[in-house]
């Protein structure tokens, strides 16, 4: 596990609150749905399934900012945007109680995401780590590359073998004639 910053930490933490905020609306519709208050039977279900799984994925979210793995970055940033816009939805239908908490979620994943400790270890978990090689060992860069100049050298040696000079007549250059039959 590698070293996480008290910002990545706390974006971690965040994630998880949402994760549990998304979990109790999904058993919330759940319960409406056994209760036959939802709007269709079917919906309700599906709603409840889909809210289950979703916070199943926030969860796992969490956990890859909680050990700085790099791929957490872009589902967790889309976490906050979403919270976002529907911490507004819910301001502008009147309900401070549920909006505001969302938003203050929304604010604090962000600024803890986008901090620069935050940035720095998650873009660092992806890098390469150097190669180690012991004396006398190429590194496998460097036998590409060696590879590749020799395919190069062989390439030449076969357009020299298909093209050959023959001698003309005294005084006169020679010309070229090509070594494959029948292109004369």
Do not use: N
Request: hydrophobic content about 45%.
């Amino acid at each position: 596990m590698g070293h996480s910053p008290a910002t990545l930490r706390a974006a971690a933490v965040v994630q998880a609150v949402e994760s549990a905020v998304v979990l109790a609306a999904a058993v919330l519709a759940g319960v409406d749905t056994a209760a036959g208050r939802s709007y269709q039977q079917g919906s309700g279900i599906a709603l409840t399934v889909i809210g289950v799984a979703s916070a199943a994925v926030l969860a796992l979210v969490a956990v890859g900012l909680a050990r700085v793995r790099r791929w957490s970055r872009t589902p967790a940033l889309l976490t906050q945007l979403f919270f976002g816009i529907v911490g507004i939805y819910l301001l502008q239908a009147h309900r401070l109680e549920w909006g505001v908490p969302l938003l203050v979620l929304a604010v604090a994943g962000l600024a803890s995401l986008l901090a620069p400790p935050s940035l720095r270890a998650l873009t660092r978990q992806g890098q390469a780590k150097p190669e180690q090689t012991r004396p006398g060992q190429a590194k496998a860069g460097q036998a590409k590359a060696g590879q590749a100049k020799a395919g190069q050298a062989k390439a030449g040696q076969a357009r020299q073998a298909r093209t050959r000079r023959e001698p003309g007549p005294p005084g006169k250059a020679s010309r070229r004639r090509s070594a494959r039959p029948g292109a004369e």
